[in-house]
């Protein structure tokens, strides 16, 4: 994991350009617009007919490690270094309040959609991306005692979980977005690891066919809520409603007593959260 800080200045004079290039943008795009009955932006977009293949074109970025001693040129007055490596498909970070950063280590669960030809064409360019791998189903604890940029300690922190991914805590009280539950722990200060097997809070929606399965979370101002993210199922709904049920949304979880709804919905795979 790298991490570097960034800072865009922006003077008058480039402003101006920018404004000016964007007026005549505009400018041409309307004169565009008023000769080509193709346009596929504004208020009434005529989009072209979808291209039919019998092999559909699929370009996936390939997963590349930086090279020794390599890393990312800094800005100016700001400094890059390795903070942490040796980690399993790590997806998500969470800053603990006494510094130490907690690191979700984990993968898709195994599903029936992984399974027949069209699973293993998936699962062809996964592994050209890099996220073919096994989950390690386990939150991994970093520590930088001496805050020199580089950790001292490094050991799991909670294991045997569900394809873990989204991490809050309260006071005392951490909760753990699995893929099918948001699980709650206790924690105290300094622990570097927590052996209990914690209590389920809520189910989520997850099942034998579990495409977005990455669920994050965050919690209300007062403390008494958490945000759930759910992702869709599908792109087109392909998969059928039945399987969208509670998806492309984000769920409100009343802590008190573990009831959810729907806060928000419409939305493919909304992972951010603030």
């Not at 930086?66 to 390795?82: D, K, R, Y």
């Not at 809520?202 to 101002?221: C, E, F, Q």
Request: with cysteine; hydrophobic share 40%.
């Amino acid at each position: 994991m790298r991490s570097c800080t960034k800072h865009i200045y922006l003077g008058r004079k480039v402003l101006l350009g920018v404004a000016l290039s964007l007026a005549a943008m505009n400018v041409l795009a309307q004169s565009n617009a008023s000769s080509s009955s193709a346009v596929g932006y504004g208020i009434n977009p005529q989009l072209p007919a979808p291209e039919k293949k019998l092999i559909p074109t699929v370009n996936v970025a390939p997963a590349k490690g930086w090279p020794e001693h390599a890393q990312p040129t800094p800005v100016a007055g700001t400094q890059v270094n390795l903070y942490a490596e040796g980690l399993e498909h790590p997806r998500w970070l969470y800053l603990l309040p006494n510094g130490d950063v907690l690191v979700a280590e984990t993968n898709a669960p195994r599903s029936k959609s992984n399974k027949g030809f069209s699973g293993w064409v998936r699962g062809l360019f996964m592994k050209q991306a890099g996220a073919a791998v096994e989950s390690a189903n386990r939150i991994t604890l970093l520590r930088d005692a001496d805050k020199d940029g580089v950790i001292d300690f490094h050991a799991p922190f909670l294991e045997g979980l569900n394809s873990p991914f989204g991490m809050v805590l309260l006071g005392t009280d951490l909760y753990i977005a699995n893929t099918d539950a948001i699980v709650h722990f206790t924690y105290n200060p300094g622990d570097t690891k927590i052996n209990s097997p914690g209590t389920r809070l809520v189910d989520l929606p997850a099942g034998s066919i579990n495409y977005h399965w990455t669920k994050n979370i965050i919690a209300s101002a007062d403390g008494s809520k958490l945000y759930v993210t759910v992702g869709s199922n599908s792109n087109i709904g392909e998969t059928g409603m039945a399987a969208e049920e509670e998806r492309a949304a984000i769920l409100e979880v009343d802590i008190s007593t573990g009831k959810r709804s729907i806060y928000a919905f419409g939305l493919r795979n909304p992972n951010g959260l603030a």
